[in-house]
């Protein structure tokens, strides 16, 4: 994957059943990822045990975190700290690239 120009959004496709992910990099304690799901779809709550950035290639998702509650649109990144619990719903078609730190 080093050393090439990769669009983003044309890595993964919408699926009904479930989520479409590919990573890019997944070293250890960092992981740059690409993911993709239909409207509707939920994550379930996670931690991640590092912090975790959120940037959304089309669509939208709503994100909950310990304390607060996000809507995030394409175009839009949103940084969550280690160890904070989070889910969210594919409000729409949507593609996310995650990297965690």
């Not at 310990?66 to 700290?81: A, T």
């Amino acid at each position: 994957m080093f050393k090439k120009i990769i669009i983003p959004t044309e890595e993964i496709n919408y699926r009904t059943d479930g989520i479409d992910n590919k990573y890019l990099i997944n070293e250890g304690s960092r992981a740059l990822g690409l993911f993709a799901a239909a409207a509707n779809t939920i994550v379930p709550s996670q931690i991640s045990p590092q912090d975790v950035c959120f940037y959304i290639l089309e669509g939208k998702i709503e994100l909950h975190t310990d304390d607060r509650i996000f809507e995030l649109k394409q175009g839009e990144l949103l940084l969550i700290p280690k160890t904070s619990a989070f889910n969210f719903t594919f409000l729409e078609n949507s593609k996310i690239l995650t990297v965690r730190l």
